[in-house]
């Protein structure tokens, strides 16, 4: 984590002074990365305390809190903009499905700004994995602060920003006040909790980079023209990391030293022990090959316990 931290101050530098400051920020991670993905979602119901706690417990070097923006603006841990997959919102809100959501799957759908804090921690996000989870709880951003402070570094995805912006909701400036409020976006803060930002949206990574200049920031993308050099150049400019899908950089492993060279980290998602379609023995296998073979620096994953650390 230290290296990482490292280059978040080079990254702050012009790019003439990062190049001077001994190499460091063209190089890749010293040590590979463990984001637990979702929490230990493989084994927990994702964004639950118990998957948290339990990504600790397996040595995940950060968890990853998907951020969503309630009707009240309380940021809170959600991989999907609406509630219904992974909690009993349908049961204990029958009435309130919303409407004018547009998405691809079909039947109801209850989108989580259109409810309060207070009515997204009465649902239980824990009975849908396993009944022995029930009663997990959906937490706030503050919570998941809380829980993961001092113990394992955050690794935040602002989900879905365009979102928020159609419905005129500042989820960026909701995250800069929370880190700030928290102190983590510090120097000595970031030491003991690293912090890294990452989002598909490259309107939200250009205003973190301007207003959280000390804190990392990865810019996702599943697509093969973000990895060209003419892109990863560009990207370099406002991110300090570039986390492709594994099918892309699998596609395009060269991409790997061409980020290197331009100072950038490489991340990739998301390994899974489940994956179908994973052309490995196992888990363990596939993202040792990511991590040693192809040179990544950090990946996310479902299964913490898998990962192949030398």
Not at 25 to 38: D, F, T, V
Not at 228 to 239: G, S
Not at 251 to 275: C, Q
């Amino acid at each position: 984590m230290t290296t990482i931290i490292r280059s978040a101050f080079l990254f702050a530098l012009a790019p003439a002074a990062v190049a001077a400051v001994a190499g460091l920020s063209a190089q890749p991670a010293a040590s590979k990365q463990l984001i637990a993905h979702r929490g230990a979602s493989g084994y927990a119901p994702e964004h639950t305390q118990a998957a948290y706690k339990l990504a600790i417990e397996q040595k995940a070097d950060f968890v990853e809190p998907d951020l969503a923006v309630s009707k009240d603006n309380v940021l809170f841990c959600m991989h999907d903009d609406t509630l219904e997959r992974t909690t009993n919102v349908a049961e204990v809100f029958p009435d309130r499905p919303s409407t004018g959501y547009q998405t691809r799957q079909p039947g109801k759908h209850w989108l989580g700004n259109d409810f309060t804090m207070a009515e997204i921690k009465r649902l239980d996000a824990g009975k849908w994995f396993k009944p022995e989870f029930a009663g997990q709880r959906i937490q706030t951003f503050q919570d998941a602060i809380d829980l993961v402070r001092g113990k394992a570094g955050l690794y935040p995805e602002l989900k879905s920003p365009e979102l928020y912006r159609s419905r005129n909701v500042d989820q960026v400036k909701l995250f800069v006040d929370i880190m700030r409020k928290n102190g983590l976006e510090k120097p000595e803060s970031l030491k003991t909790t690293p912090v890294i930002i990452q989002s598909f949206d490259e309107e939200a990574i250009r205003r973190v980079s301007k207003e959280l200049p000390t804190v990392p920031r990865v810019f996702l993308t599943a697509k093969d023209e973000d990895v060209t050099e003419a892109r990863i150049k560009e990207l370099a400019t406002f991110a300090t990391g570039i986390a492709p899908e594994k099918f892309v950089i699998a596609r395009h492993p060269e991409m790997v030293a061409r980020a290197h060279a331009a100072g950038l980290t490489v991340t990739s998602w998301t390994f899974r022990a489940d994956d179908k379609e994973m052309k490995f023995p196992d888990v363990r296998a596939e993202m040792s090959h990511f991590l040693y073979d192809l040179g990544i620096d950090a990946l996310f994953t479902n299964n913490p316990d898998k990962f192949p650390r030398r």
